[in-house]
């Protein structure tokens, strides 16, 4: 069985797989409740979700060109726009009907 410390990656080995510097990670857990680390022994361990969630963060902010307070909602389940998940669910159900469309006209 693997112990605490080999399923937690600690902050530098996060820093080196996602190319962001140590100081963007701690200020990005001051601007995002999704991310919390554990804090052990004054060190950070970062779970592999905590991992997807800031390689999320990272394209949402640097591809994507977010906000921080957009990529916020955008982790919420709400559009830059504000609007709750109702424009998430009418997208999805856009791509069903013109996929469908699509079968129907084959």
């Given amino acids: 069985m693997l112990s605490d410390e080999k399923r937690f990656k600690r902050i530098g ?22 991310l919390s680390p554990i804090k052990r022994k004054g060190q950070r361990l970062y779970s592999d979700k905590d991992l997807k969630l800031i390689l999320l963060i990272k394209e949402l902010l640097y591809e994507r060109g977010f906000t921080i307070e957009g990529a916020r909602r955008y982790l919420r389940g709400e559009t830059v726009e504000g609007n709750p998940k109702r424009s998430r669910l009418i997208r999805e159900i856009k791509g069903e009907l013109e996929a469908l469309l699509e079968v129907l006209s084959e």
Avoid: D, M, Q, Y
């Fill in 13 to 34: 080995e996060v820093s080196k797989i996602t190319g962001l510097a140590p100081s963007v990670l701690r200020f990005w857990e001051k601007e995002f409740e999704e």
